[in-house]
């Protein structure tokens, strides 16, 4: 592609990307793999929780969500923010820390974030997997689920949003605004 998308679909590209990704974890992890109260085609649920995958793994979040579901603002809720605050409840207690500065430095990391998490999170908070049998009985899950593919394919989430910005964008999508293009 010899002539670059304006910098202005920079933002949108990269909204377009997290919204994607939300939707496929609210739909896939949230209520197909969690709760059973839906059902997609195989292929479109494998696609879904494969876009969500930086969330989790999906045998781990099925386990976390299900036990937090049972056990909801009572002690033994693994993300509480009645117990435990916000900052806690939002990233805290999966990295280990209540830190709010952490916490804030973790949320907004972008692609690091992933990085840290395709390593961290197959190795993390797996305590309730035992609630997820029927999500690692599908071989896709049980793979993916597994810490070096997981690693791979948060891997390939980055690449997928940063090689997609340098497709579309080129450099000039790294560039800070006003920095020299000399």
Excluded at 23 to 33: D, E, F, G, Q
Excluded at 93 to 122: E, K, M, Q
Excluded at 145 to 155: E, F, G, H, I, K
Aim: proline share 7%; net charge positive.
């Amino acid at each position: 592609m010899s002539e670059r998308l304006s910098l202005m679909w920079l933002v949108p590209f990269c909204v377009g990307y997290f919204l994607l990704a939300g939707m496929a974890i609210n739909v896939a992890y949230h209520r197909v793999l969690s709760h059973r109260s839906l059902t997609l085609n195989k292929w479109l649920e494998r696609l879904f929780v494969t876009l969500g995958l930086p969330a989790g793994t999906p045998i781990q979040w099925a386990g976390n969500h299900r036990w937090h579901h049972a056990h909801t603002d009572v002690p033994g809720d693994p993300h509480s923010p009645v117990l435990n605050g916000f900052w806690w409840a939002h990233v805290g207690w999966y990295i280990g820390t209540g830190n709010p500065v952490i916490c804030f430095l973790y949320s907004i990391a972008g692609p690091l974030r992933v990085l840290y998490d395709g390593w961290h999170r197959p190795r993390s908070n797996q305590q309730f997997n035992h609630l997820a049998k029927d999500v690692a009985a599908d071989p896709w899950y049980a793979f993916v689920s597994r810490p070096v593919p997981y690693q791979v394919l948060c891997m390939l989430h980055v690449l997928a949003l940063v090689g997609g910005g340098y497709l579309l964008f080129g450099l000039s999508a790294w560039r800070l605004p006003g920095a020299c293009s000399c």
